[in-house]
């Protein structure tokens, strides 16, 4: 089993609805979850990052983490053709100096005008 | 006033070829990270590296090196270049006290025939 998984897709979706990207993890020890939002041919960017359960919003986009289910969410509304891109979920647990980091495999979405 | 910057953008090469793809960072992050992306976008780190400590990924097969001349630059070398070497290559960076939030290049796509 690998230590993140994530949708595939790919997601298609009209313009205007409310999408739902999904993560879920097998190691309890991840502290700090991101979502990055990569355009095709460009590097990934960051888009949101949480440490703590429960949602954050930042405009048209909510992170939700439930570290109980070891579950995360990205919520895109009013969803726009400029949202088409590849979304990756990341998350990091630090042990003294060491780090890991981890990254899902991508969920490609499409939005529709 | 480019935050991670590497070159060349594209490269094709032989196999058996040996190759370099050169990263800068002017964030003054005290980490550097090469990253492997495949063709269906799944993103797999390489290496970590600050100043104290290199990270390797036990699957990263010996052809591959990093060299970093100081802080802010981490290159990447390849000797023997195979076919399976395809793919783009992600520079990144961060800093700890920042959460560890990657900011990437934007990529090199690399193709070996």
């Known amino acids: 089993q690998k230590e993140v998984e994530q949708d595939p897709g790919p997601l298609s979706v009209p313009e205007g609805a409310i999408v739902s990207l999904n993560c879920t993890y097998s190691?309890?020890?991840?502290?700090?979850f991101m979502w990055y939002r990569q355009y095709s041919r460009k590097g990934p960017e960051l888009l949101m990052y949480?440490?703590?359960?429960g949602n954050k919003e930042d405009g048209r986009f909510t992170a939700q983490v439930d570290k109980s289910s070891k579950y995360i969410s990205l919520f895109i509304r009013d969803s726009q053709p400029s949202d088409s891109a590849t979304y990756l979920c990341?998350?990091?647990?630090?042990?003294?100096?060491?780090?890991?980091?981890?990254f899902g495999s991508g969920t490609q979405l499409t939005v529709l005008p | 006033d480019t935050a991670v910057s590497q070159t060349p953008k594209y490269l094709v090469t032989q196999m058996g070829n040996d190759k370099s793809i050169k990263c800068e960072q002017n964030?003054?992050?005290?980490?550097m990270y090469w990253y492997k992306q495949d063709s269906k976008k799944f993103l797999k780190i390489m290496f970590s590296?600050?100043?104290?400590?290199?990270?390797i990924n036990e699957t990263v097969p010996n052809r591959f090196s990093p060299k970093s001349p100081d802080k802010a630059h981490l290159n990447l070398h390849i000797n023997s270049l195979e076919l399976g070497d395809s793919a783009v290559y992600f520079c990144?960076?961060?800093?700890?006290?920042?959460?560890?939030?990657?900011?990437f290049g934007p990529g090199t796509r690399l193709t070996v025939l």
């Open positions: 964030l003054g992050h005290d980490t």
């Open positions: 990144a960076s961060s800093h700890r006290d920042r959460g560890d939030t990657q900011y």
């Open positions: 590296y600050n100043n104290k400590e290199l990270i």
């Open positions: 990341a998350m990091i647990f630090y042990s003294g100096s060491a780090r890991q980091l981890t």
């Open positions: 190691n309890s020890a991840f502290q700090y």
């Open positions: 949480t440490y703590s359960s």
